[in-house]
Each structure stands twice: as C-alpha cells, then as structure tokens.
C-alpha cells in the first residue's frame, strides 16, 4: 500500500512557465515532507522541505504548498529551465519515526 | 567532503551469486539508510542504521537480504542467494542523525542479477 503517491509519471513544460508537481498521502501521522530532484546515473539530492505546522515554503524558484486536509502537496518552480529536468520525489516521514516513505517520482522535461 | 561513496556503480551477476554492496557514508554522519528504487515502487527504504546499531529492518524483503555496520565509516549490504527479482538500484544515504532530516545519498549501484 503505497502511503506517498506521485500520480503523474511524467510532466513536459515549457521552459520559462510554471510547473506543477503533485503528491498525496495516506498517513495522518506524517509531519514533515521533503523534495528530492534526482538527475540519472546520480542519487537523489535534497531541494526543499517543510513542517506539517507550516502551509507554504519557498526557496528561490521552488515553493512547497501544503494542504493537511487534503492530504496533499505540491512542488511549484517558477520559472522553468531545462536544467530542473529530472525526476522529483516527494517524501514524507513522521509518527515517531524518522523513515522517508518515498513516492514513485515524476519525471519533469523542461522544453527549450 | 567527497560524499557518499557507493561500490560497485554497477554489478552484474548470476542467479544464486552472492552479491555484497558498499558503502561509505559522510564522515561525521550517525545515521545510515540503505534504499532499494524500482520502476513499480519507486525508493524503498531497507534499512537503516544510528550509531551503527539497526534501528528498523523492517524493509528488508526476505533473509536473503543482510546488511552490517561495523564501524561508523563503513556498511555492507549483502544479498544471498541473489535472485533476478532483486535487480535494482540500490541506494545508500547517510544523514548528521536521526533528527537531522536531510539524507545525502550516494551515486547508487546498479545491480542486474541475470
């Protein structure tokens, strides 16, 4: 059962708009979720986290938007490049443990 | 710091082999976690390790699968007998501690058992 869920494979955007990176969870426990950018042949590297006790966070062109009541977040960058081609994981973690439960990860292709 | 280091880069092997994994986290890090990521279920996490000591296996998928950490520079990731399912990329993250919620990860193995 998959508590971190990426529902989108894929994602093409145009370079210089906006892209949208979606992410749900199951687990009301979770109380810290994370980004990780993932570029191939390397490992994944940290982009941008936040707090359950927060709704928004924002670092340069990328900013993280919680929804607890939903069970949901998303990865907004603005604008665009094509060196943010790659594929973005959402992480989430909590309930008394310091596990990530990784979601299955979206592949984002920035077109020039 | 050269980060975390992770060998092979890649491993291919027969059905039946053992296979071992290895890994050397950031120095000064206390905290070990090695994932496994497929196509099907993304990055799973195995197992993971504070102060050397494992704290939770409880993704470590059968008992073909043994991982050890006998010191705070160095880990291993054993699988015997490996079997083509376990074809993966393997990864090995280490963070400053529990409490430190960023995990640096390695450049990850490649292993195709054929």
């Known amino acids: 059962d998959q508590q971190v869920k990426q529902n989108s494979p894929s994602l093409s955007v145009q370079e210089g708009r906006i892209s949208i990176l979606n992410c749900d969870y199951t687990n009301s426990m979770f109380d810290y979720f994370l980004w990780y950018k993932k570029y191939p042949a390397e490992g994944p590297t940290f982009l941008i986290s936040i707090s359950s006790i927060k709704d928004k966070n924002e670092d340069g062109r990328f900013t993280v938007f919680l929804n607890k009541s939903a069970k949901h977040l998303s990865l907004h960058i603005v604008p665009s490049q094509p060196g943010d081609s790659a594929v973005y994981f959402c992480?989430?973690?909590?309930?008394?443990?310091?596990?990530?439960?990784f979601g299955t990860g979206t592949r984002l292709k920035v077109l020039a | 710091d050269a980060g975390v280091i992770q060998s092979p880069r890649h491993e291919v092997t027969e059905m039946g082999q053992e296979v071992t994994l290895r890994c050397k986290p950031i120095s000064g890090h206390n905290s070990l976690f090695w994932y496994r990521q497929t196509m099907m279920r993304g990055l799973e996490l195995l197992i993971y390790f504070n102060n050397n000591v494992p704290i939770d296996d409880s993704g470590m998928p059968e008992d073909r699968f043994s991982a050890k950490m006998p010191n705070a520079s160095f880990s291993t990731l054993k699988i015997q007998p490996s079997e083509p399912r376990d074809s993966a990329v393997y990864f090995c993250?280490?963070?400053?501690?529990?409490?430190?919620?960023?995990?640096?990860f390695g450049p990850g193995t490649r292993l195709t058992v054929t």
């Open positions: 993250a280490s963070s400053a501690g529990l409490s430190s919620y960023e995990q640096y």
């Open positions: 992480a989430a973690s909590g309930g008394g443990t310091y596990k990530y439960i």
